[in-house]
């Protein structure tokens, strides 16, 4: 395991992606918010249209909410052996769904290798999920960021549906159970004091 300093960035202004939606992420999760501050404006118009149309987020089929279990999963290791998800009980578990084009993903991966790195990673395992539809896009850009956590392939919508992952990036927090403690939609500094009182919330309601 080598360690991924990796420069710090600042994830204010990124939107969120679409799963399976490449030429979206192109367009909107890697423009950054005071570049565009007009076309911003109307989109946010344009979205608060919808939210009032709208009435709540459809679900992923099958999805896990939290306070509940998640299902026993086969996945297919990137940068290491196949694993059960149920082979991580036993240790709270952070996951966090990617992919290689989803620019705010890639953003915050650095974020959570420093993390991993700290006191506060070592109270819980890391490992990501990759829902490239290229095995071989989702290697490339692992090897480029110098990735020391382990990511796994998604396969047939398993895992992205059980996690609810209709937007990247997506983290969840899990407790040594099983049990979904919490979900983040959107970049962030994983390594920041932010983001500890968020991991640190959910990990005490797990006690």
């Given at each position: ?113 420093r993390l991993a790195w700290q006191d ?88």
């Amino acid at each position: 395991m080598r360690r991924n300093k990796g420069p710090g960035s600042s994830l204010q202004g990124f939107f969120t992606c679409r799963r399976h939606d490449p030429t979206q992420a192109l367009l909107l999760c890697s423009v950054p918010m005071h570049k565009t501050r007009l076309w911003v404006r109307l989109v946010a118009v344009c979205l608060l249209a919808l939210a009032c149309a709208v009435p709540s987020v459809a679900k992923t089929p099958g999805e896990v909410g939290v306070g509940a279990t998640l299902r026993e999963a086969k996945m297919h290791g990137l940068n290491g052996p196949d694993r059960l998800l149920s082979q991580y009980r036993g240790k709270p578990l952070l996951i966090n769904v990617w992919a290689s084009w989803c620019g705010p993903c890639r953003a915050e991966m650095g974020s959570l290798e420093r993390l991993a790195w700290q006191d506060q990673g070592k109270r819980f395992t890391m490992i990501g999920i990759s829902t490239d539809d290229s095995e071989a896009a989702a290697k490339r850009y692992l090897q480029s960021a110098n990735a020391t956590l382990n990511h796994y392939m998604d396969r047939a919508l398993e895992l992205e549906n059980m996690l609810g992952a209709e937007r990247l990036p997506l983290t969840i927090l899990v407790d040594a159970n099983g049990r979904v403690l919490g979900k983040y939609y959107g970049a962030r500094e994983w390594d920041d004091a932010e983001s500890a009182v968020w991991l640190n919330s959910r990990l005490r309601s797990a006690k």
